[in-house]
């Protein structure tokens, strides 16, 4: 069964990079299928999709963040990961990695909270 | 990008009632639209895909409607384990885009 594990800082101060990683298993990163992505949730709101990447290095990024946001992917490791640039306290939110087939997201992983604050 | 916007933002309900969500999308996306189930502190749960395909594993209670620019979720006769937060999704665009969201309550 496919699972995803986001890892990372859970604590990032204003101005510094939040770096995320999300590994895979029970699935291949490098299928043709799919594209990986990340989606975050600040705290009792609603979603906001960041970006995907395909196992070639193709990438897709939201708009609003293109300029702060790089998703890369490692498929000798079955993991791929965010790095946020500049974050500030608006970047506070539950990070989730997520699995896209074309661009429908289809599995999620538990999430993690990221807070940004000094 | 393309604008999602659902309504209502809270819809209040007891169990066995039919119950229907709106999405609008602020230009056509033709059917790339999906639907996921929220509940607190859990990741959301795809439910719906293609506007009125159904995910495996998901009861047949739910259903999906529409094209174009306007689309809805029912749900024929609620169970308590659907009070949760919906949401629809247009993945039409290479930049994906969610609705606000509508929680579901029990009245």
């Known amino acids: 069964q496919l699972q995803l594990q986001e890892s990372g800082p859970g604590l990032v101060k204003p101005s510094e990079t939040l770096s995320l990683t999300c590994g895979v298993s029970g699935g291949s990163i490098s299928s043709s299928i799919y594209y990986w992505g990340w989606i975050r949730q600040p705290p009792e709101k609603g979603l906001e999709w960041i970006g995907n990447?395909?196992?070639?290095?193709?990438?897709y990024y939201n708009p609003s963040l293109r300029s702060r946001v790089t998703i890369s992917v490692d498929t000798s490791k079955n993991q791929f990961s965010l790095k946020l640039t500049s974050v500030t306290a608006a970047d506070t939110a539950v990070y989730y990695c997520a699995r896209h087939v074309g661009q429908l997201v289809d599995y999620w992983g538990q999430g993690t909270l990221v807070t940004v604050s000094s | 990008d393309i604008q999602m916007t659902q309504s209502p933002s809270t819809l209040s309900a007891s169990v066995g009632d039919r119950v229907t969500i709106t999405c609008r999308a602020s230009q056509s996306i033709s059917s790339w639209l999906a639907w996921y189930q929220q509940k607190p502190g859990k990741a959301p749960k795809l439910l719906m895909y293609?506007?009125?395909s159904l995910e495996s594993g998901v009861p047949s209670r739910f259903s999906g409607r529409g094209s174009g620019t306007e689309f809805t979720l029912t749900i024929s006769s609620l169970q308590p384990d659907d009070f949760a937060t919906y949401y629809c999704?247009?993945?039409?665009?290479?930049?994906?885009?969610f609705g606000q969201g509508t929680k579901l309550e029990i009245k």
């Open positions: 293609k506007a009125s």
């Open positions: 999704q247009q993945y039409n665009s290479y930049s994906l885009t």
């Open positions: 990447i395909y196992y070639n290095g193709s990438t």
